[in-house]
């Protein structure tokens, strides 16, 4: 199993972004994947999962309407985007396999890391 | 919401310790905790899901305890390579999934 997420980005406040999540090494449509976020020198923060076989969709509410989590499963590809970035979102972006059934995230990403600076 | 909490927050150990980390939640969450081992620059690391289940591939010298409110992490005999932050994950209330805020293992 990998997961190999894209490379760094240095945007502007009110710019979008959509960074991505290329996996192999197992069936992308049936597991669910997510995303995490981690702010410098901060913690981790659960963001959103999607199941990409139908598209379902579970976002932390704190994250609900700030950013759109969705997947490609021709290519097992996840996205997370943005459309106006703030300087907030500053903060290392990860992808991981979310195991539905204890809930947890076994297989993670590098780790993608976005800057948002005037 | 429930809130994660974990202790201490940092400590300083030796090769060869048994470290023994806790985690809290402000409610019972059964055994929906998972634990995360991360070190710098790196991705988290699954090492203990369902509180006590050891992930594949994940040394023996780890083990997880603990259901309700209360859980533990413990390292039998610190090795150089365990020198991290570890997290504990409330797996059990949708959508939040809840991380702790980290207990820092470093050297004495």
């Known amino acids: 199993v990998q997961l190999v997420q894209s490379g760094a980005e240095v945007k502007k406040p009110g710019e979008s972004l959509k960074i991505s999540c290329k996996t192999s090494?197992?069936?992308?449509?049936?597991?669910?994947i997510g995303w995490v976020r981690q702010r410098p020198g901060k913690g981790l923060e659960w963001m959103g999962i999607?199941?990409?076989?139908?598209?379902?969709?579970q976002y932390n509410p704190s994250f609900q309407g700030q950013v759109i989590i969705s997947a490609d499963k021709s290519i097992g590809t996840a996205y997370l985007q943005w459309s106006r970035l703030q300087a907030s979102d500053t903060a290392i972006y990860y992808c991981?396999?979310?195991?539905?059934?204890?809930?947890?995230?076994?297989?993670w990403g590098q780790g993608t890391l976005v800057i948002v600076s005037s | 919401d429930i809130q994660m909490t974990q202790s201490p927050s940092s400590l300083s150990a030796s090769v060869g310790d048994r470290v023994t980390l806790t985690c809290r939640a402000s409610?019972?969450?059964?055994?929906?905790v998972s634990w995360y081992q991360q070190k710098p620059g790196k991705a988290p690391k699954l090492l203990i899901y369902a509180a006590s289940t050891l992930q594949s591939g994940v040394p023996s010298r780890f083990s997880g305890s603990g259901s309700g409110t209360d859980f533990t992490l413990t390292i039998s005999s610190l090795q150089p390579e365990d020198f991290a932050t570890y997290y504990c994950?409330?797996?059990?209330?949708?959508?939040?999934?809840?991380f702790g805020p980290g207990s820092k293992v470093d050297i004495k």
């Open positions: 090494g197992y069936s992308f449509s049936g597991d669910w």
């Open positions: 994950q409330d797996s059990f209330t949708n959508p939040l999934y809840t």
């Open positions: 999607i199941y990409p076989g139908d598209s379902d969709t």
């Open positions: 991981a396999r979310w195991i539905g059934l204890w809930h947890y995230f076994d297989y």
């Open positions: 409610q019972s969450i059964g055994t929906y």
